[in-house]
């Protein structure tokens, strides 16, 4: 990290540097007056001390002049076929997407007439209606017969410009369109919007950022519209660009709300406080990983940086001769800067996050109750630094603190070029019936539907392990929670498939009370069992398909000998290889037979790489994707040029989802004009997965050298060497989120074999349930407490502790439930 400016002084040239496994320090802005309503005063200031105890630490190493990104969790995606109805059977076949356990996908619509189909609404009769933006119309998409796919697409209004969101409110339809917002009106209940009249006008258009995004507040008694930045980054005059305008339900009352967004594409109303959120698109031109994109909380007064600073107060790189027109920075822009505060969220950079929404119904399981569900745009195969193309679940406090971030739907992209992505998420919204439904405005006009069946299950505690060596034992102690039950009170099962594993498969799993199901099994991976990704799939199945639940755990098994190193690159490119230089707008040259500089051999690969253009990429891309379990390292020969690097030091690989700053985290030194041998373990780029690329990538402009590319073979790994990672401690871990307000998850492990019991007591020190109370063997576990008692009751916001006894070892701790 850099230290941040004095307000007043000139921001210098520096290099952001980021950890998305450390917890995002967020503000600490906390719901008392809620807690006041239901606690004495001697119990709140016992919540204030705590409370201000578990973060403190975590803000003062998140100061001004640096950025978090969020950290992430894992909701367990399973791939889910796409239901196609026959009359959408123009949709590429066997589409797929992965979702959370329960979890259906369907294709609700997907008509000729769609062209770049963004935002969308429903009306008062539950009709879905969505801004065909292309083509300047309002679709209405009737699902008569109910369904779950739209009967045709029928043109409501027009005569637009641009639009790309739309509203209902008290039965007229209001648009944000690209100068404008308009209001139509149906005058005979024909379902067509006849009457057009212009709600607000001279909204600033020029230039670039010209979508227009409206949320109406019916409660507030308010409007919002979104008006972008029209450049990348540059100063401009006008109060109205870049900000969030406010209106009165009558058109009257016109101001600005706040300021300093680029591209505020998504909005929406927090249905617990009340408060309006935003997503925004980050300037395009400072490297692969900068700056983040932001999802906050828009205030009142609030400036959000633009056009000179991101994240917590991290000023722009003004030596970016893209940017150097900003300069001089004055004292009034600094001042503006040091008003900042954290955002609640931030996402790796270029990923283009589009609509917000807050789920506020009771079809998707108890959890995802105020999620806030981001749609994002872009990814990878567009040289962002994490996949993307998916829709994230975003779990925080209603205020916005203690945030958390999970993929919720990924599989739109199948390969890593933009050619293997098949849908782009763009808007998102509830139906009546408590559905989801995400629009796709490019590569396949589409939009989909979410569903979730009756029976919602998921993973409790377990001690499955992420890897697994043959010969070794392997004893699975696993519970299965179902959180609900089939409605007509039909009886469940849960059996396990371990036959990947070589072992059953159909094991039943053993009803433990309380919906759980219990798996306990012990087996030992036969000498032939292959190395590779496996999977433990277990099913939870009723009466019904409509009830059945699959859960899955992928294990990597390792192979027992020395692997042998696979070469990508040295002297020639690998059988069926490809590789290929480019940069967002333009494929760029290499050459595979560089014959001054070479490191061995007769020949290298040299490349002539320039900045400004988000990032250059060198993408290496086998034909189809590797078993990561042979591998234990990549490693490849880098010399930086003779010549010193231009505008920048930004060089990076990026594999499995993963990015890595190779200059950051000292694996590589520009200064040394020499070969450099580079070697990164593969666990750095995470859990293990397939390997479908290794790309070097950019922002600096220089001639560079990289030759002997490959993937070091894995070296032996035996049954020994696996029990020895079992764990040696015994270990009580902070309960996470914490505070929470729905479900909070603790991990634990024990050493050895024995009773365990996990015990949460309120601070009077009466029990108030047990969340685990029977044998373990040795492993790492996790159970999740719902914010219930032993009677199935929610309990009261407040402190509460947990006690984790096995023999005559204890260990507790603290948690704060906050409603």
Avoid at 380 to 387: F, K, M, N
Wanted: charge should be negative; aromatic fraction near 10%.
């Amino acid at each position: 990290m850099w230290a941040a400016p004095s307000p007043m002084a000139y921001p210098p040239s520096h290099s952001t540097s980021h950890d998305s496994s450390r917890t995002l320090a967020g503000k600490a802005g906390f719901s008392w007056r809620r807690l006041m309503g239901s606690h004495r005063s001697k119990t709140l200031a016992v919540l204030l001390v705590l409370f201000l105890s578990t973060i403190g630490s975590a803000q003062d190493d998140y100061p001004p002049g640096t950025f978090r990104l969020t950290p992430r969790i894992d909701l367990g995606l399973q791939p889910v076929r796409v239901h196609v109805p026959p009359q959408f059977d123009h949709l590429p076949e066997d589409l797929s997407l992965n979702l959370p356990p329960g979890f259906r996908a369907s294709v609700f619509a997907s008509f000729e007439n769609f062209n770049r189909p963004r935002f969308m609404a429903f009306d008062d009769d539950g009709v879905l209606h969505v801004a065909n933006m292309n083509d300047d119309e309002i679709l209405a998409l009737p699902d008569r017969d109910g369904d779950g796919a739209a009967d045709e697409s029928i043109v409501v209004a027009t005569n637009f410009e641009r639009p790309h969101s739309l509203q209902f409110y008290n039965g007229d339809l209001y648009v944000g369109d690209r100068p404008r917002i308009l209001r139509y009106s149906d005058q005979d209940g024909d379902g067509i919007y006849e009457e057009r009249h212009i709600f607000a006008d001279n909204i600033p258009s020029s230039g670039s950022h010209s979508t227009r995004t409206l949320v109406i507040d019916e409660e507030g008694g308010k409007m919002y519209l979104g008006v972008g930045w029209p450049c990348d980054l540059c100063r401009v005059d006008g109060a109205e660009r870049g900000s969030v305008l406010q209106f009165n339900l009558d058109g009257t009352g016109r101001r600005v709300y706040a300021t300093g967004v680029r591209n505020l594409i998504g909005m929406d109303i927090h249905p617990v406080t009340g408060q309006l959120w935003g997503t925004n698109n980050g300037h395009d031109k400072e490297g692969v990983d900068a700056p983040p994109e932001w999802i906050d909380v828009i205030r009142d007064g609030g400036f959000y940086g633009i056009p000179f600073a991101y994240g917590y107060q991290v000023w722009a790189d003004f030596t970016n001769p893209n940017y150097r027109d900003m300069l001089p920075i004055t004292p009034a822009d600094s001042a503006r800067v040091a008003s900042m505060q954290r955002p609640a969220v931030m996402v790796p950079a270029h990923t283009a996050p589009m609509a917000i929404h807050f789920y506020d119904h009771d079809q998707f399981p108890p959890k995802y109750r105020h999620v806030g569900f981001i749609a994002l745009h872009a990814g990878h195969a567009y040289l962002a630094p994490i996949e993307g193309y998916s829709v994230l679940a975003m779990f925080a406090e209603p205020d916005g603190s203690r945030a958390r971030i999970a993929d919720f739907i990924t599989g739109f992209q199948t390969g890593v070029e933009v050619e293997d992505v098949w849908g782009r998420p763009n808007g998102i919204v509830t139906g009546p019936d408590g559905s989801l439904y995400v629009s796709s405005d490019r590569d396949n006009y589409v939009i989909i539907r979410i569903q979730h069946g009756q029976v919602a299950a998921d993973w409790g505690r377990h001690n499955l392990p992420d890897s697994l060596a043959i010969g070794a034992p392997l004893s699975i102690d696993a519970t299965v929670h179902v959180e609900r039950a089939p409605a007509d009170g039909s009886p469940l099962m849960a059996t396990a498939d371990l036959s990947q594993l070589d072992g059953p498969a159909d094991v039943a799993l053993v009803p433990a009370g309380e919906g759980n199901f219990r798996l306990q099994f012990r087996m030992v991976a036969a000498p032939a069992l292959r190395p590779g990704l496996k999977k433990i799939r277990v099913r939870v199945h009723g009466a019904s398909e409509e009830h059945d639940v699959h859960l899955g755990w992928q294990i990597a098994v390792l192979p027992t000998r020395q692997q042998e190193d696979f070469v990508i690159y040295d002297e020639v490119l690998a059988e069926d290889w490809t590789l290929i230089h480019k940069t967002f707008f333009e494929d760029r040259t290499h050459d595979l037979q560089e014959d001054f500089f070479v490191y061995s051999g007769e020949v290298s690969t040299s490349l002539r790489t320039n900045s400004g253009d988000w990032d250059w990429v060198l993408r290496y891309r086998p034909p189809e994707p590797l078993d990561p379990t042979r591998f234990d390292r990549v490693t490849f020969a880098f010399h930086p040029g003779p010549l010193d690097w231009r505008n920048g030091e930004d060089f990076n690989i990026y594999m499995c989802g993963r990015l890595i700053d190779l200059v950051e985290e000292g694996y590589v030194d520009p200064t040394i004009k020499d070969w450099q041998q580079i070697e990164i373990p593969l666990s750095r780029f995470g859990r293990a997965a397939p390997i479908q690329e290794v790309t070097l990538g950019g922002d600096f402009a220089a001639r560079i050298y990289v030759d002997d590319v490959r993937l070091r073979g894995a070296s032996a790994r035996t049954a020994i060497l696996d029990e020895e990672a079992s764990p040696s401690a015994f270990r009580l871990a902070q309960s996470y989120p914490n505070p929470f307000n729905s479900e909070t998850v603790i991990e634990y492990a024990v050493p050895s074999a024995e009773r365990v019991r996990l015990r949460i007591y309120n601070l009077s020190g009466q029990v108030v349930t047990d969340l685990v109370d029977d044998a373990h063997v040795a492993g790492t576990y996790r159970a999740h407490w719902d914010a219930r008692d032993g009677a199935g009751r929610a309990v009261a916001s407040g402190v509460y502790l947990y006690r984790l006894q096995t023999g005559d070892l204890v260990q507790s701790r603290k948690l704060v439930l906050v409603r």
